[in-house]
């Protein structure tokens, strides 16, 4: 359980692990606290962006869509590696969950495979959607992964987590196939040894 990180020491983190860091706009007064509370929070949910074109996309997760406000992630990482910051509080990434999920990730051990929706993700949870069509064919560029990890163990080192607390949306729910492309197993072995 740990109180959000500020939007300073978001960036600071983030920087800190080597991430290129832009920041979009009013992020850090953007975001859905309206809708309900954000925090404690647990860990972070990779996503992809089911998009091409990263001027169009950071648009996207920022301003949201018209059945979906945004922001739709705390940031979004694009093709060329640049993680670029949405929103900085609750936001409309993770939707509903399997709250077996969320112990486990509390406890920072292996998921069980998801089975209901029962648990609010978007106060739980920090989001990083990423450029990618999510077809399962669309590459991954290497500065592109490289930068997903800086980010999810950006937080990790400032919380005390370790990769365990990073999970794939398909991993939270069932209704969801991303991220595509490549496994949470992979990336959690990189974060893991980037925070070593």
Known sequence: MATPITATAFVRALEKEGARVEEVRDWRNHNRNQQGPWGP??????????T??????????????????????????TKDGTVHLTGHG???????G???????????????????????????????ECENLGDGEDPWPDEQLA????????????????ARS??????????KSDPRGFTMDTLRERIAERLE
Not at 52 to 68: C, E, F, H, M
Not at 90 to 96: E, M, P, T, Y
Not at 166 to 174: A, F, M, N, R, S
């Open 41 to 50: 929070v647990h860990g972070v949910v990779i996503h992809h962006t089911v």
């Open 52 to 77: 091409s074109g990263s001027a169009a996309t950071v648009d996207l997760i920022y301003d949201g869509r018209q059945d979906l406000p945004g922001p739709l992630a705390h940031g979004c990482v």
């Open 90 to 96: 609750r936001a409309n990434h993770a939707g509903s």
């Open 98 to 128: 399997d709250d077996d999920v969320l112990r486990a990730v509390v406890a920072e051990r292996a998921t069980p495979p998801p089975h209901q929706q029962n648990t609010d993700g978007n106060r739980y949870f920090y989001g990083f």
């Open 147 to 162: 930068a997903i990890v800086r980010a999810a163990a950006a937080l990790c080192r400032h919380h005390g987590w370790g």
């Open 166 to 175: 990073v999970i794939g949306h398909l991993e939270w729910t069932d209704q």
